[in-house]
């Protein structure tokens, strides 16, 4: 087996896992690197090299009780065999409603005038019938 430097240990990908709760509830989380240097500034190992022994070093307990939408992952796991923990695919600060973009949008998007200049030929010629 080769052996692994301290270099492609700290290369690795690492991951935070955090209880996140609302009003419904709450689930088990795991936080990749990116979303976690999202959240602090820091990767992972660097949080992890800075602390030491320490579990939970003061940068994660900043994170929380603070607002953030996330984004989660459900896989077969999650459904079939029950299983709570999520993997999250995105995060930010706050509260943001994808339906609420979406409905904006749309919106948006009918208050648009538009005109086509495809010609249907014949379509003048069809007899309409109102029964």
């Not at 409905?103 to 208050?111: I, L, V």
């Given at each position: 087996m080769k052996n692994l430097d301290k270099d492609y240990i700290e290369s690795e990908v690492q991951?935070?896992?955090?209880?996140?709760?609302?009003?419904?509830?709450?689930?088990?989380?795991i936080l990749g690197d990116q979303e976690v240097r999202t959240l602090v500034g820091k990767r992972v190992h660097q949080i992890i090299k800075e602390n030491g022994d320490d579990i939970f070093p003061q940068i994660v307990k900043d994170i929380a009780n603070q607002h953030y939408?996330?984004?989660?992952?459900l896989k077969d796991m999650n459904i079939?065999?029950?299983i709570q923990v999520y993997s999250e695919t995105n995060i930010c600060h706050g509260f943001k409603n994808q339906q609420d973009e979406e409905?904006?949008?749309?919106?948006?998007?009918?208050?648009n005038t538009t005109s086509s200049t495809y010609n249907l030929g014949g379509m003048s010629d069809l007899n309409s019938l109102s029964t």
């Open positions: 991951k935070i896992s955090v209880l996140a709760s609302d009003k419904t509830g709450e689930v088990q989380v939408t996330l984004k989660i992952r079939v065999d029950h409905t904006e949008y749309t919106a948006q998007a009918s208050n």
